[in-house]
């Protein structure tokens, strides 16, 4: 008599040629998953059966925490390899248990928490970077003048101030020189520390 198939492939991944043990992160990161109380099949979940990844671990390029690159700073960036969010800084869970920035955690390990009111500044502005020695401690003020000197120019903020004068609206404003309502508003409004980013367009802002 035939023996019948497993309904369940041992690894839920269905690959014959996994490596990863039943019942631990297919990021491979080595950590076990738990144990599913529900069936969802578009998300592997299956009540009963460990799932496939851990929490926060199901957009992992791989089992390494990061990736040595050089990304044109002078020092190499550490590159976060595990989960990504949506504005493109690495998360991670601390010691705590906590879901945070990798690169705040990283910090902290090596040099400790900031002072209040300071916050760490991308040197190398690679955001999924999180080499400890990329990071300035710096007040809110400056890490802003200093992401918006990064993408948003004179010349673009002379020319937001001109289809405003004009009578545009905001909306149009912005899709016409590819930049968020948000911006053309805080260039409108002076908001963001525009003084510190672009001293010579005191006057007015």
């Given at each position: 008599?035939?023996?019948?198939?497993p309904?369940?492939?041992?690894?839920?991944c269905?690959?014959?040629?996994?490596?990863?043990?039943?019942?631990?992160?297919?990021?491979?990161?080595?950590?076990?998953?738990?144990?599913?109380?529900?069936?969802?099949?578009?998300?592997?979940?299956?009540?009963?059966?460990?799932?496939?990844?851990?929490?926060?671990h199901?957009?992992?390029k791989?089992?390494?925490?990061?990736?040595?690159?050089d990304?044109?700073?002078?020092?190499?960036?550490?590159?976060w390899?595990?989960?990504?969010?949506?504005?493109?800084?690495?998360?991670?869970?601390?010691?705590?248990?906590?879901?945070?920035s990798?690169?705040?955690?990283?910090?902290?390990?090596?040099y400790?928490?900031?002072?209040?009111?300071?916050?760490?500044?991308?040197?190398?502005?690679?955001?999924?970077?999180?080499?400890?020695?990329?990071f300035?401690?710096?007040?809110h003020?400056?890490?802003?003048?200093?992401?918006?000197?990064?993408?948003?120019?004179?010349?673009?903020?002379?020319?937001?101030?001109?289809?405003?004068?004009?009578?545009?609206?905001?909306?149009?404003?912005?899709?016409?020189l590819?930049?968020s309502?948000?911006?053309?508003?805080?260039?409108?409004?002076?908001?963001?520390?525009?003084?510190?980013?672009?001293?010579q367009?005191?006057?007015?802002?």
């Amino acid at each position: 008599m035939t023996p019948l198939k497993p309904i369940l492939p041992l690894c839920l991944c269905g690959d014959p040629l996994c490596t990863i043990p039943y019942g631990y992160c297919h990021c491979g990161c080595g950590g076990k998953t738990d144990i599913a109380t529900n069936t969802r099949l578009k998300s592997f979940r299956i009540e009963g059966v460990p799932y496939r990844f851990m929490h926060s671990h199901s957009r992992c390029k791989s089992g390494l925490t990061y990736q040595i690159e050089d990304r044109g700073y002078k020092t190499p960036c550490w590159i976060w390899q595990r989960h990504i969010n949506q504005n493109g800084y690495g998360m991670m869970r601390d010691e705590r248990g906590v879901l945070r920035s990798a690169y705040k955690v990283h910090y902290e390990r090596k040099y400790g928490k900031p002072p209040k009111g300071m916050q760490l500044d991308h040197l190398c502005r690679q955001r999924a970077c999180v080499n400890p020695d990329h990071f300035e401690q710096v007040t809110h003020a400056v890490n802003v003048a200093r992401g918006l000197s990064c993408t948003i120019t004179q010349d673009l903020i002379l020319e937001v101030k001109r289809l405003l004068s004009l009578g545009m609206t905001q909306i149009p404003v912005a899709k016409q020189l590819g930049i968020s309502q948000s911006a053309v508003s805080d260039i409108k409004l002076g908001r963001k520390d525009w003084r510190l980013t672009h001293p010579q367009l005191q006057e007015g802002v």
